[in-house]
């Protein structure tokens, strides 16, 4: 052996060890950087090929920025971004009745936790631009946390090979740019996946208050109580003997909803204010299968993007559900819980931002990734492709939302 191929044997050998030792770097921190990365040179390019929309604001649009002249902000900042800065700024307010448009359809933990990382500046520094910013460094946090987290539940459950995959996916596909926005996405995801980990290791006070937080994330945030429940149950094999004391932590599990619907009682007068309002932007009760043959609202990229979704997301509950006997953990409540996740918005007779509510649906990017890794082991080309597709369908996506098109 040749000095140069002891040379390259040896520093293979201690970059192996590094990336043993720091797996996160490899697994986690690249992929967020490379993709994250894309995403903001894409938004910085975006102005030269697209011009920038403000249906509510003619000079809004000339100008071509709205609260930061600094493109790199401002990129993050759009639609519903609004009425999360509404909240930190002014709390919840009625304008007119339940049947106007207000910041009371947005559930507070996201603008809450700004609210208090902003209280540490201050007073004379605390503006738009720093309260966006904050936003949005918070989002990203919550986005490394929630691949961590979801590294870790994957590989308890499949492997390795199905968790870095399963990292991927999530961070290549279509919608993911919201994970790193001034929305609620990443707040959700990393609250829904620190509850099962927290399950994990049957830390039932701390799971519990992960899921009320968690329920007071998003409307379908509750839902997280059922594999919740599930993991409980397991734990005590399924046996009322065993169950002790602490199955009262799971009383806490609705706590962070109720506590934001008596906040509406206070302000409205109404209990459900919070749900009753959604019909001002259009979703009231409708037949699931009229919704998704013909919506109410129809964006010719958007909404068929948004029924591949649906179908995709079902489907692989299907698998999920199909799955519990075939050597694995029961995946039937992963199963029922993306379906929970996905189903109610065909109630509304609009399929609008479908997509983008399912880049929380973290057990199908799981089951995902482990089939990737299980069917393309030996085939890394086909997966590149499925990975490289997905993100340039991501690019024009996020190339128009940072124009203020509608991107879901």
């Excluded at 707040?187 to 927290?198: D, Q």
């Excluded at 199909?322 to 995946?331: I, V, W």
Aim: proline letters at 4%.
């Amino acid at each position: 052996m040749t000095t140069l191929d002891r040379f390259n044997t040896k520093k293979k050998v201690v970059k192996d060890q590094i990336f043993k030792k720091y797996w996160w770097l490899k697994s986690i921190l690249i992929p967020f950087i490379t993709t994250r990365s894309l995403l903001v040179l894409t938004g910085y390019l975006a102005p030269l090929f697209l011009p920038f929309s403000h249906e509510e604001g003619v000079e809004i649009a000339n100008r071509g920025w709205w609260f930061f002249e600094n493109r790199l902000p401002d990129m993050w900042f759009r639609w519903d971004a609004f009425w999360y800065l509404t909240i930190v700024n002014e709390g919840y307010r009625m304008l007119g009745n339940l049947h106007t448009i207000s910041n009371l359809a947005f559930f507070p933990v996201y603008p809450l936790l700004i609210k208090f990382m902003v209280a540490l500046f201050p007073k004379q520094l605390i503006n738009n631009q720093l309260i966006v910013t904050v936003g949005l460094i918070l989002s990203n946090l919550m986005l490394l946390g929630s691949l961590f987290l979801i590294y870790k539940l994957c590989e308890s459950l499949f492997d390795k090979a199905s968790a870095k995959l399963s990292v991927w996916l999530i961070l290549v596909f279509p919608t993911s740019f919201f994970l790193s926005s001034f929305y609620t996405e990443s707040t959700l995801l990393f609250f829904s996946l620190l509850t099962l980990w927290l399950a994990k290791k049957q830390k039932w006070g701390w799971a519990s208050i992960a899921a009320a937080i968690t329920g007071a994330s998003r409307p379908v945030g509750l839902m997280i109580a059922l594999p919740l429940v599930w993991e409980y149950l397991r734990s005590k094999e399924w046996k009322l003997k065993k169950i002790d004391l602490s199955i009262f932590w799971l009383f806490l599990l609705p706590v962070g909803v109720l506590v934001f619907f008596s906040h509406s009682l206070y302000l409205t007068g109404d209990f459900f204010a919070t749900l009753k309002i959604q019909g001002a932007w259009g979703k009231q009760y409708s037949n699931p299968i009229s919704s998704f043959l013909n919506p109410n609202r129809y964006w010719p990229l958007i909404t068929n993007l948004d029924r591949i979704v649906i179908i995709g997301v079902i489907l692989s509950a299907i698998k999920m559900i199909s799955m519990k006997n075939k050597g694995f953990e029961s995946l039937l409540p992963w199963g029922i819980y993306s379906l929970l996740l996905i189903i109610p918005n065909l109630f509304t007779g609009i399929l609008d931002s479908t997509t983008r509510y399912a880049v929380v649906i973290f057990p199908v990017f799981m089951l995902m990734g482990h089939l990737l890794a299980k069917y393309l082991a030996k085939n890394k080309g086909v997966r590149l492709a499925i990975m490289v597709g997905l993100m340039v369908l991501q690019l024009v996506l996020f190339a128009r939302y940072s124009q203020f098109y509608w991107a879901g």
